[in-house]
């Protein structure tokens, strides 16, 4: 099998002759949590949108494991492992905590009705999401009702509820993003944490969580790749630097530069 889980060639999305996403060549490891950056407008949520089929690439293919997934369907790209968190796995506010996970590992399971006849399966079932529920630390939060929790409690729940889900592939679009200190630290230490075994390619802002926990960076601008490497290597890069300069994210990473 090849190192690479996910890989585009010259992927490319036009709005209306507005070029969002232009040749793109994206190569993610297996096993690897890599990052997505760039400035406002960069193309790098339509790039998402791509590799999620919530949008028809212009040109191009998408390959997953080797497999050519370009015109596949959301639904199939999601039972073959490749599972988008946060926007879209939106949890139940109503419903605790505990109830939120099952319902995730229900939708795993399918639709199929014997299941639930079945005392011994309900317990595998409650087991499986307690089990889940520890993984993202919530195990205080089980018959918590969903709307009373912290704001970065949610995110970890909704990881857990993607973690449901069994993906090999986690893409995240800005998990960080609207969150105070605590909860990024929180959130960021999470995602080391359940990135075990998996891979995982996120879109973030703050350069602190990226420098933190990505092993490799991608930085789109314009819609077009600008330049790809270790935190390092793109901090350093002079075309990356201009097109940050001016950025709140760009004083930051000065400040973390400053800091190494
Ligand atoms: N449905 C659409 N129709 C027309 N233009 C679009 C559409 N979606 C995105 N765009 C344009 O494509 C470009 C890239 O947008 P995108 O949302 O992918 O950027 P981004 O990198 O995610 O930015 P941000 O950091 O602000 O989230 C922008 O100029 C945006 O206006
Ligand atoms: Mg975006």
Known sequence: MSDFILETRALTKEFKGFTAVNNVNLQVQRG?????IGPNGAGKTT????LTKFLVPSAGQILFNGHDITSAR???IARMGIIRS?????VFPHLTVLQNV???????????????????????????AMGLLAEVDLTGFADT??????????????????????????????????????????????IRKVSQGRTILMVEHNMSVVSGICDKISVLQRGAMLAEGSYDEVSNNA??????????????????AGAH
């Open 102 to 128: 099952r319902i995730g590992l229900q939708r795993q399971l399918g639709t199929t009705f014997h299941f639930w006849r079945s005392e011994k399966t309900l317990d595998r079932l409650n087991e499986r």
């Open 74 to 76: 959301p639904a199939q």
């Open 32 to 36: 690897h949590i890599h990052a997505l």
């Open 47 to 50: 790039c998402f949108n791509l």
């Open 86 to 90: 946060f926007q879209i796995s939106a």
């Open 145 to 190: 009702i969903t709307a009373d929790m912290p704001y970065g409690r949610k995110r970890a729940l909704e990881i857990a509820t993607t973690l449901a889900m069994e993906p090999e592939l986690m893409l995240l679009d800005e998990p960080t993003q609207g969150m105070g200190h605590e909860d990024v630290h929180r959130v960021t230490e999470l």
């Open 239 to 256: 075309q990356v630097m201009e097109a940050y300069m001016g950025t709140e994210a760009g004083a930051e990473a000065v400040e973390l």
